[in-house]
């Protein structure tokens, strides 16, 4: 075992020994509760730059916890393309850590509940940790299983009837998707006798072909669900939203890309060919333009970014479908371009709800003008999800779009041009955003500086009477209702922890801002570094459909 690949279980051990630390804290110490975190997430970091370095140079790195070899033992594996997600994922957790550290002292509640918040937080790192590293499907079933149980604390964090009903219905959706992970997974073992993936191409390959296909479909499904691929994906927009921006923004980037993660390694080690192809480039079709139509529909701008990542989940799916060099390059490509700028827009969103209260974009105006920065914020990512030249969003797609040229069937053609068309969609979707939001002059809605938002359930309309059609006063005023009756309409926020009250600002805080704009650059370094990244992602792809470094990596020690 050489040097590297000491530091393979690092990315998972560090951040679940920290979570243990924080619980013991307790709601103590919060100074420290924050270094601890930063402190782990930047040694993650760290190690996730050396492995990349090392993967790149040497082959994969593989580790055989406790001493024992596979089958027996629990390997984790650090290739290319798991390195790669290492370091997007863990820059992308450091940023949006430091952005709720801001958060949190900008709510400034003693109800605001980051005691659990940290630990929470650690323990998904973790298991998206061990998703990446995970060479067997038990391993890889264990850590989506991690991401689960913090993912359904942060997300209900606060206890609000909202926070708790998104929850709940993400908490069912994902039960049912681990249900059918756990069943595939005994399917391969029943059929192969092993679930170690590197043992597992050969004996794969040596069952009948309607097995092969079964187990492939169940772990496609399964992935699908995870990775919000419609049709199933009607549960992302709903859930999303309603938890606190850093939350939202890190679900938005990084847990949807697991599942497509787990789609390309599966779909390259495990099954390779294009037996299901046509299948996917179907599905990346749907999802693409089913996606982009919603969010063209949509008024409040949380909403329209979850149903842009619906559609953008497409170009992903699209890449592995065709299964070529070229396309699973750019799918690589496009999943670390997407994790950083949708988690950007979250975060940018949660910006603008602490400035104006609300990310109804019929309530929103004149924020280019009252928030200049804010507007930067926004302007950049925007540009860079719609694909605008020569921003890394372009380069994704152009490398997609091209290897479906090169693919020539009718099909590849097809979704060449539903890719055209929704990135033009996208871009109309945004502009309308940036327009209403940032252009236009502020409206009567927006609220002043320092007006206090209290936070409420929502309540059912009196019965027998109908919500007027234009209210006279904003959210969280009072509506005249028929009859002379006046009725008191709570404004409902979503922006803090706490999910309690918020406080405008014409001022953003610094660490909230800071690590937003950290963000941008981070966007903006795929657009300067393309060049390399993209012969990074080249060498990724080579590696996962030549499959053979990866089996012999594990096997021939």
């Not at 070899?69 to 994922?89: C, E, F, Q, T, W």
């Not at 998707?177 to 029943?190: D, G, H, N, R, T």
């Not at 797609?397 to 053609?413: E, F, H, S």
């Not at 209290?454 to 006279?472: F, N, V």
């Amino acid at each position: 075992m050489n040097g590297p690949s000491l530091l393979v279980p690092l990315p998972v051990i560090l951040p679940l020994c920290a979570a243990g630390l924080k619980l013991a804290i307790g709601a103590r110490l919060e100074r420290l509760q924050r270094v601890i975190s930063a402190a782990v997430l930047l040694a993650v970091l760290v190690v996730s730059l050396l492995l990349l370095i090392a993967a790149d140079r040497h082959g994969p790195q593989v580790m055989d916890a406790g001493g024992w070899a596979p089958p027996v033992g629990i390997v984790l594996v650090a290739d290319r393309l798991s390195a790669l997600m290492l370091v997007i994922s863990s820059s992308v957790t450091l940023c949006v850590l430091v952005y709720s550290v801001g958060q949190g002292m900008a709510d400034n509640d003693e109800t605001t509940p980051m005691s659990v918040f940290h630990p929470s937080y650690l323990v998904l790192v973790a298991g998206v940790s061990d998703t990446f590293l995970a060479g067997d499907l038990f391993n890889l079933y264990v850590g989506f299983e991690l991401m689960l149980t913090a993912s359904y604390v942060l997300m209900t964090i606060g206890g609000t009837l909202a926070r708790i009903r998104a929850g709940a219905t993400y908490a069912v959706v994902s039960l049912l998707s681990s249900m059918l992970f756990l069943a595939a997974v005994a399917m391969v073992y029943a059929a192969a006798g092993t679930v170690t993936m590197a043992q597992l191409p050969a004996r794969l390959d040596a069952l009948p072909t309607s097995v092969a296909m079964v187990i492939q479909i169940a772990l496609l499904g399964v992935f699908a669900i995870k990775a919000a691929v419609f049709p199933l994906a009607a549960w992302l927009p709903d859930s999303y939203p309603t938890a606190p921006a850093p939350v939202t923004a890190v679900f938005a980037g990084l847990l949807t890309k697991v599942g497509i993660y787990a789609m390309l390694r599966t779909q390259t080690l495990l099954f390779p060919g294009p037996r299901i192809g046509t299948v996917l480039m179907v599905l990346a079709l749907l999802s693409l333009l089913v996606g982009i139509l919603g969010a063209v529909s949509q008024t409040d701008l949380k909403r329209l970014l979850s149903f842009t990542l619906v559609s953008h989940m497409g170009y992903m799916i699209f890449g592995i479908g065709l299964g070529s060099p070229g396309g699973i390059s750019g799918a690589v490509f496009y999943v670390a371009h997407h994790i950083t700028v949708q988690t950007t827009l979250f975060l940018v969103a949660g910006l603008i709800e602490r400035r104006s209260g609300t990310t109804d974009l019929q309530s929103l105006g004149g924020l280019a003008r009252l928030s200049p920065l804010l507007a930067v914020l926004f302007f950049v990512p925007a540009l860079n999800l719609a694909g605008i030249p020569p921003l890394s969003g372009f380069l994704g797609k152009l490398g997609l779009l091209r290897a479906g040229v090169d693919d020539g069937g009718v099909l590849a053609y097809v979704l060449v041009a539903g890719g055209t068309v929704t990135s033009l969609l996208t871009l109309y979707a945004l502009s309308k955003a940036w327009n209403v939001a940032f252009w236009r002059a502020p409206t009567p809605e927006m609220c002043a500086t320092g007006t206090v938002l209290e936070s409420t359930e929502e309540e059912e309309e009196p019965s027998g009477r109908a919500e007027p059609a234009a209210r006279s006063t904003p959210p969280g005023g009072a509506v005249d209702w028929p009859g002379g009756l006046r009725v008191l309409v709570p404004r409902r926020v979503t922006a803090t922890f706490g999910g309690q009250e918020i406080t405008t600002s014409s001022s953003l805080p610094v660490s909230m801002a800071g690590a937003t704009a950290a963000l941008v650059a981070f966007g903006l370094a795929f657009t300067v570094l393309a060049g390399p990244l993209f012969g990074l992602t080249d060498r990724a792809a080579g590696e996962l459909l030549a499959r053979s470094p990866y089996v012999e990596a594990v096997l021939k020690r």
